[in-house]
């Protein structure tokens, strides 16, 4: 794929917490606390779809000037 957009915007993600009692074996695609995740537009890769489709409102929100200091936990 040809990326001909620069984007002006990156994302660290960072794996905080996996599913119940917090242990990797409960991640279908085995992500561990601590992992971390670098993205601009689209999905790293290896990262969960599933996660990311959580995410990407957030990240739509910081592109478009929101303020997520509101946001709780």
């Known amino acids: ?14 794996v905080l917490s996996v599913g119940e009692n917090n242990k990797s074996e409960n991640c ?5 606390v601590g992992d971390t995740y670098d993205c601009e537009y689209g999905c790293p890769g290896g990262f969960c779809s599933k996660s990311m489709s ?16 509101n946001l709780v936990a």
């Open 28 to 32: 279908r695609n085995g992500h561990e």
């Open 54 to 69: 959580k995410l990407f409102p957030l990240m739509e929100a910081v592109r478009s000037g929101g303020d997520l200091s």
């Open 1 to 14: 794929m040809k990326n001909w957009y620069k984007e002006d915007y990156s994302f660290k993600i960072t």
